[in-house]
Every structure is written in structure tokens, then in C-alpha cells.
């Protein structure tokens, strides 16, 4: 299953890593993955593969919450379907 993580706040040393590490633990993939940092706010979008974690997609969603929450930034995920359908026109 593919879905889509969306990281914004403010820039700091560690966000990538913090993020990364926790996807790596959980067996989730990154296809892909687009940053930049614009007027010193960090944004960050990846395209991850979910179908290898043994958490469901509540429990990843909190857990990637509890990351954000203590790094002071914002972290979501969307089911891939659900994204796509937000961004058509």
C-alpha cells in the first residue's frame, strides 16, 4: 500500500533523520522524497510504501504524530487514494 507523509514546521537539525529513522524501523520504504526549506520553514513530502510495516495505518499515523509533537513540527499521512483524489482537479 502506498501513501504520502507531508512534514512542515519550523527548520531545525534532525527533521530528515528523526523521520527517516522511524519509517526505517517500522519496514516502510521511500520511493520518493522532495524538501526544501522556505524562509527558514522546513516542508518535506514523501511517497512511501506501507505494505511491509506491522502497524496499521491508526497506529502509523499516531506514531509519526508523537515524531512531530516532539520535534515541534507537523507530520501527516494520507492512503495514496485519498491524496491523489485531494489533488485532482
Known sequence: MKAFITVIGK??????AAVSGLLADNNINIEDISQTVMQGT???IMAVDISGTELNFEELSAELGKAGDK???EIAIRHEDIFNAMHTV
Not at 527548520?11 to 530528515?16: A, F, M
Request: charged share 15%; glycine share 16%; aromatic share 8%.
Open 11 to 16: 527548520d531545525k537539525v534532525g527533521i530528515i
Open 42 to 44: 522546513f516542508t518535506m
Open 71 to 73: 520535534l515541534g513540527i
